[in-house]
């Protein structure tokens, strides 16, 4: 046995019982966050975890490049609220990107509002903003540590004055001004027992909606819906863009389907005093309605209701008899409408995915008429700005090899001419020398699964390359190309390939692929992803012994399940803050939003499911002449509040237990958990530099990778 693991206490008293099915769970007591035991076991794995990494050559010039390649200008789009410019930048290595202020694009940018002053460490990071309708005001949240956990503060946008009011016991919140400047509704959970700082593990049920008037304390906050019957209910209020309306969006889980009411503000003469007499418009989880814009009472949206791939349809809230609903645009025939949004008035700019590529078009709002498709290389639109009282769009691009070009388009001008406003570019990394592919290979069903390679020219494709593959395959979400310093680090100077499976459970071509990879079907993403290791060996890319499989949350199940299955295929496998105890994860947390592309194991068909890949209850020594399990390593960190740490605790335990005892394991089995630290949003670029230094580092001493210059 080449590693002492800690040793763990294994309760073998705790068996619990599903459907007369006695399954044990001898590491239960890792679900309590605060035990000694567990700080414990914690400390026993990262001192075991962090001297190996620390002996890695390749971690500290992994790291410098890092910091050296990561060091260039990162901007959103420019946004207008009111009559000044607003855009994010961060010159290269800030923690957090700030927020800029302009009085018009040629004029000078002054700081708005510094994230990076919310904290010494970094670790403080915005989470979500508003602004009144006349650019006024701001409402920002903030959160510390990684958590799910908002604050929301307010500043007076002239003179950049910071206001008293504070809402707290936020999460998974919308932020919606009435546009008479008033106030604004928001989302927050009763008081509960105990913290809630994001290490604590209790369940979030009962969200409601409020209403804040400026200017006075959260105590006196209008309740305006609530769901005593449906704690699981989650909604979230948007006004419309004439200010009329409030529109009610409500959600049961993570399924891309919801509910919509709505309210007539002309119908309160004494304004938000109460819970609103909600129209309810639509009231079954059928289909998924997202509003786009309205013309009086004539309401535009997205919707996949008997359209997988979406489609857009107008409402006349006067005459709202489905019988009398008009299709705006119909269902493309293979591309996926991602987003719509109207802009000048009368225009419509709708993003599509074709292929896992975006493409961008135009269309008028009043008939549907295609006007005109914008020019985009290869990649993904990650940003798209502008509104219905705006004259002008922005959107962003950006591809595996190109970090970012942002593009203007003034709509008053004819022709319509978009140009490049801001293109980025590397200092130190010449694309030209590299190229991307996009491959279909068949999954064990013949379905064909798009997946990207990336990799220096001209390698020879003689199985001796060390290869990256990533996956996610879940909750409706597309994994479109994007740039990733740390991956280009690693098939420069560590000779890789990088791949990109779009397996399903994704939303890469609509509702079909993401019903083809959830509930009773989820065994199809592992295989897809199985059969996209295969089709790399295959073609001489890369062999079993040089692979690494990564995923994170859901992708971080898919990697576990994947090593359990098939642990001859890598030869490493990072796995990050990942779902693993698929019996329980509806317990902590936000986890019973994910029953709806998991299932329940309290129901016994879903049961039959979950049992059979649960990352937890897989773990089986490997058949077969020489095969072992990869080398793993897990990461989480203690504020993660959306997948608990506990799920890598408990799988890590039980994974050095029963394969790290055994003589033929010589490959490691680590966990490593960051403090101050979540499940990934607002992390602060020391931190981020860091994590990558240490995976490609593991990933480089497991493999035998030497620093290619």
């Known amino acids: 046995m080449p590693f002492q693991y800690p040793n763990a206490h294994r309760d073998e008293a705790v068996v619990d019982d599903y459907h007369g099915q006695k399954i044990p769970d001898p590491y239960s007591w890792l679900e309590d966050p605060d035990s000694e035991k567990t700080q414990a076991f914690v400390n026993a794995q990262n001192q075991l975890t962090l001297p190996f990494l620390e002996e890695c050559p390749v971690r500290e010039v992994f790291k410098e490049r890092m910091t050296e390649l990561y060091d260039y200008p990162k901007y959103s789009c420019p946004f207008k609220r009111g009559e000044r410019y607003f855009h994010f930048y961060n010159t290269g290595l800030q923690n957090q990107s700030v927020l800029y202020v302009q009085d018009s694009l040629d004029s000078e940018p002054s700081v708005f509002l510094d994230p990076n002053t919310f904290s010494d ?181 997205k919707t996949n209701l008997d359209a997988p791939r ?8 006067a005459d709202p008899a489905p019988s009398q609903w008009k299709e705006l645009l119909p269902q493309h025939d293979k591309d996926v ?10 225009l419509l700019f709708v993003c599509y995915l074709h292929d896992v590529k975006n493409v961008l078009k135009m269309y008028q709002l009043a008939s549907g008429e295609e006007l005109k498709t914008f020019p985009l290389e290869v990649g993904s639109i990650v940003g798209f700005t502008g509104r219905k009282k705006d004259s002008e769009i922005f959107y962003y691009f950006t591809s595996f090899l190109s970090p970012a070009i942002i593009y203007h388009c003034d709509l008053t001008k004819a022709p319509l001419q978009p140009h490049v406003f801001r293109e980025v570019t590397v200092k130190g990394f010449n694309p ?120 994170g949350s859901n992708g971080g199940l898919l990697v576990a399940a994947c090593v359990n299955q098939r642990p001859d295929l890598f030869g490493c496998a990072v796995a990050q803050v990942g779902v693993m105890d698929m019996l329980k994860f509806h317990k902590f ?16 068909e879903q049961f039959d499911w979950l049992i059979k890949y649960s990352p937890l209850h897989n773990i089986h020594i490997p058949e077969g002449e020489g095969v072992q399990y990869p080398a793993v390593l897990l990461l989480t960190g203690d504020h993660d509040d959306r997948v608990v740490p506990l799920h890598s605790l408990k799988y890590i335990a039980t994974l050095q237990h029963a394969i790290g005892r055994w003589p033929s394991q010589s490959n490691p089995l680590f966990i490593y958990v960051d403090t101050k630290s979540g499940h990934g949003a607002g992390k602060p670029t020391t931190k981020v530099i860091q994590e990558v230094a240490d995976t490609y580092a593991f990933i480089a001493r497991c493999l035998d990778l030497s620093w290619i210059n």
Request: contains cysteine; hydrophobic residues 35%; proline residues 4%.
């Open 589 to 604: 947390t936000i986890g019973h939003a994910w029953t709806t592309d998991f299932g329940c194991s309290e129901i016994k």
């Open 121 to 301: 460490d970094g670790t403080v990071a915005l989470r979500g903003y508003a602004f009144s309708e006349d650019g006024e005001y701001l409402a920002y949240g903030t959160s510390a540590s990684g958590s799910d956990w908002v604050e929301i503060h307010f500043l007076q946008v002239d003179g950049t004055v910071a206001l008293e009011d504070q809402l707290d016991r936020v999460k998974f919140s919308c932020m919606s001004w009435t546009h008479d400047g008033k106030g604004l509704f928001y989302n927050s959970y009763p008081e509960q027992d105990g913290k809630s700082d994001g290490t604590e593990t209790s369940t979030n049920l009962n969200q409601k909606l409020y209403y804040h008037v400026l200017g006075t304390p959260q105590s006196q906050d209008v309740l305006c819906a609530e769901f005593p019957d449906e704690p699981k209910w989650m909604s979230g209020a948007e006004v419309s863009d004439d200010g009329r309306y409030v529109l009610l969006s409500i959600r049961e889980g993570c399924d891309p389907v919801n509910r919509l009411w709505y309210c007539d503000l002309n119908t309160l003469p004494d304004g938000i005093t109460g819970l609103l007499p909600w129209v309810k418009l639509i009231d079954n989880f059928d289909a998924e309605y997202e509003y786009v814009t309205n013309e009086d009472t004539v309401f535009s949206f």
């Open 337 to 346: 409408i991602v987003f719509a949004t109207c802009t000048y008035s009368t």
């Open 432 to 551: 030209a020398e590299y190229q991307t592919t996009q491959v279909f290979y068949p999954s064990k069903d013949g379905t064909q699964i798009p997946m990207f390679i990336v990799h220096k020219k001209g390698v020879q494709l003689d199985g001796s390359h060390p290869a990256f593959l990533y996956g996610y395959g879940g909750f409706n979400i597309s994994i479109t190309p994007s740039y990733s310093v740390s991956r280009l680090i690693f098939v420069r100077h560590l000779g890789g390939v990088l791949a990109v499976a779009n397996i399903r459970g994704g939303g890469e071509y609509g509702e079909t692929w993401h019903k083809g990879g959830m509930l009773g079907n989820k065994q199809n993403c592992f295989t897809d992803f199985q059969c996209a290791a295969e089709y790399l060996i295959k073609e001489g890319y890369t062999s079993p012994k040089k692979l690494t499989i990564n995923g």
């Open 310 to 317: 979406y489609r857009l349809i107008n409402v006349d809230f």
